[in-house]
């Protein structure tokens, strides 16, 4: 039973007070078809706005089986729409840009009704009212009549308690209100019908009870309820929600009415994207080349461990405690601190339990390991002149190193990874030696005239190179005393001839492989030597007559000068002048030492980072002046040519985002035009119990459809933008298909896009739920 008791409301137009309701108290049966009837301005509407909870009244109460709605929320009044109230309106009141059935659905949606039971029930109270077989259609498509079917189809769906009609026939011809009223008077056996009406006409002809309106107030009820009766039905009401699923594709129907302005927007707001997935997708393709680059140098760029190594930690430590410090202090003093460039000296220690650990190394990490003891390889040749000394030393295009060594197990070695052996083969026993030429068979005359041959010939077949021999001379054939010094012997031919000198060759000649030509400037020419050839000279020379003598000596037995401190802290100009210690003389004589300088080359791009885990591994626990510390060279230099496209990427992108700023205004504005032209729908919603959070999820997903397909659409038209890009930069710098957007940085784009749009939609979708929802209806 519904009952109006003692219910006044009124509206307030600046300071005119009009009353539409007064003290008005009325009861309804639960099986009654009720014709209200007045003239305009009566309060009849105002009625049926307050009985289906559209409108809110003043003071009084609404009592819907026994319940009062006095203390209802706004959740309550929507869920009362929904499950206890079918409107039916003179002006239909159908969504338009949806078809007829979903029309009728839309109610039974959001009661959440599945999806299967509310298409059989929608298509049966289609069938009631004759047209289930127009179901497809929209509702412009329709006559009148035949849209005010469709209203009472929508009205009846859901299974109401009671139907309000607001002036059901008000735009029908005679004939069709015949029809519809009779359909009304149909389902008025067994639901309660509320029909407003200023005709008394069809008041008389098919209700059965007249309740007259005037000002406002009653003035005549033609089948009053007795006061005693009373119901035991309690209320029951489910609550409504409308899914992020149904709001899309309300949303989605709606723009497609609008396709020409939805496409010129999602256009628009791309432009934002556009830039910066071009942006992306260059930064991304340099990075891949700079990362190509990497893993095509890191086996011939080795992590370097010195003895006096650079600590980049202080430096970076040094700076930050500088930014802490007050900057421009007024007080006039003075605040002590350590020399920065000491600090960046580290001493490594480097411990036969170091060396040990490094030769523990797993093998698939590297591809050669090298342990430089600076020791002096005394080699003499004969020459076109006859015979001399040859030193590498003052040759900086020309270097003489040891070779690195292969450990069992590896896959790869960084030799025959990184030069083509073109006569001969990779040296493997201490007699063995491989010259390296440059990538145009180049070598300076003044090394070919050390090495003993002809610099003034045209050209040299390497026929003529391969093989050659040259004489290593142990100390004691090499140095001989002079007052109390050491100095070279100058009789080359004597040395050459030394019964105790080792023979050795040219076993092969390499040249930098095709491939890694960039990296040529990495790979200058000169001699590789074996490990085993190093190990033959320390054997020879660490018990030599000028090692002895050294060993007894403070001096320098060569010059004469004083040696550097063995426990003096390293200074940066001892690094770069090479002042020695007395333990760094005898290891260039060939006493048995630390290595100086080990170079471990690693296997690959993706095994470089797992080897330098294993060398931070021995470092934790230990006292910082035990640590060893590296030089990732690789590391150093992309570090730094990454950080700078990082930059440049992140300056290009903010300027680019300033468009989505401006992309995001205006969706705001688009999203705001659409509130103003859906608002009747806003209202329909409204009535049939969509809650305010519905309303603003419908707009909600207007924004998400919206920002989808400007994000996809970015991302389509700057794919399409890298193909003449690509093209540009390969004329221009040579390299190939640069452009490539990463699938990931698509997606982000595309999420970026739904985010925004979503976030400058937010208020006018605020907007729309706020509205009123009688005010709503009123919209044309």
Known sequence: MLEIKQISKSYKTGDFVQSALKDFSLKFR?????????????????????????????????????????????????SYRNNCIGFVFQSYNLISHISILQNVEMAMTLSGVSKSKKRKKALKVLEKVGLKDHSHKRPNQLSGGQMQRVAIARALANDPDIILADEPTGALDSETSVQIMDLIKEIAKDKLVIMVTHNPELANTYANRIVSMKDGEIVKDTNPINKDDKSDEKLKIKKTAMGFITALNLSFNNIRTKKGRTSLTAFAASIGIIGIALILSLSNGFQIE??????????????????????MNA????????????????????????NVMLQMIHQNNITDEYIEYLKNIDPKLISGINFERNTAINMVTDTPDGYSVVSFDSLRTF?????PRKLEGQKNFVIADWYDVLIGKIPEAKEEMLLVVNKTNSIDKEVLRTLGFDPDKDEIKFEDILNKEFKIVPNNDFYSEFMGHFVPNQDFEEMFN???????????IARTREDKESFDTFTNSGIFYTNELTNWVMDVNSDSNIVRAQEESEVNILTGQAFRDEDAAVTMMDMFTGSMTKTDMLGFLGKDVTPSTINIFPNDFETKEKLRTYLDAFNKGRDEEDKIMYTDQAEMIFNLSSGIMNGVTAVLIAFSAISLVVSSIMIAIITYISVLERTKEIGILRALGAR??????????????IGFASGVLGI???????????????????????????????LALIIISIILTVISGAIPSSIASRKDPVEALRTE
């Open 716 to 746: 389509v038209i700057a794919k399409l933008l890298t193909i003449p890009a690509n093209i540009i930069i390969e004329n221009v710098s040579g390299l190939a298909n640069v452009a490539k957007l990463n699938p990931l940085h698509a």
């Open 498 to 508: 030394s019964k105790d000198a080792l023979t050795v060759r040219i076993a092969g």
């Open 315 to 338: 430096m970076m430590n040094h700076t930050h405690d500088e930014d802490e410090r007050e900057a421009f202090p007024k007080r006039k003093v003075l605040f002590p601190t350590e």
């Open 692 to 705: 305010k959070k519905d309303v603003k999820r419908v707009f909600t997903a207007e924004t998400f459809i």
């Open 399 to 403: 270097s003489f190193s040891e070779m």
């Open 290 to 311: 700079i990362d190509d680059f990497e893993r095509q140098t890191v086996t011939g760029m080795p992590i370097m461990i010195q003895r006096a190594s650079m600590n």
């Open 30 to 78: 639960k099986n009654e078809f009720v014709a209200i009837l007045g003239p305009s301005g009566s309060g009849k509407t105002t009625l049926l706005n307050i009985i289906g909870g559209l409108d809110r009244y003043d003071s009084g109460d609404l009592i819907i089986n026994n319940k009062s709605t006095k203390e209802f929320k706004e959740v309550e009044w929507d």
